[in-house]
Nanobody
Framework: QVQLEESGGGLVRSGESLRLSCVAS????????MGWYRQAPGKQRELVAL???????TYGDSAKGRFTISRDNAKNTVYLEMNSLKPEDTATYSC??????????????????WGQGTQVTVSS
């Protein structure tokens, strides 16, 4: 299992910025993908930004030009920098990680993991 700890959500005004953090922990052998999704009330979960090993980062349409993800590989951490926030960005933001875990000399096993989610609210 991989544990994900999210932080940085809160209430901000339109036009302001916010930075979210997600720290992955556990018996991690490698991380294959890491990023963020969001879900607003009454809507489906939506891609914000996802980095994948060997491929790079994919941004959702609403995030392009405003949001940026970055990684700290030594700390198994991914950040989401959100600029020029709009009320439409209000949602629960969830960290997503695909990782391989290893126990002792066993073979690494892949897993997909979701964080609990952190609330971002943008007021006008």
């Amino acid at each position: 299992q991989v544990q994900l700890e999210e932080s940085g959500g809160g209430l901000v005004r339109s036009g302001e910025s916010l930075r979210l953090s997600c720290v992955a922990s556990g018996r991690i052998y490698s991380i294959d993908a890491m990023g963020w999704y969001r879900q607003a009330p009454g809507k489906q979960r939506e891609l914000v930004a996802l980095w994948r090993s060997g491929t790079g980062t994919t941004y959702g349409d609403s995030a392009k030009g405003r949001f940026t993800i970055s990684r700290d590989n030594a700390k198994n951490t991914v950040y989401l920098e959100m600029n020029s926030l709009k009320p439409e960005d209000t949602a629960t933001y969830s960290c997503y990680v695909e990782a391989r875990v290893q126990y002792g000399l066993g073979s690494p096993t892949g897993s997909a993991n979701w964080g609990q989610g952190t609330q971002v609210t943008v007021s006008s």
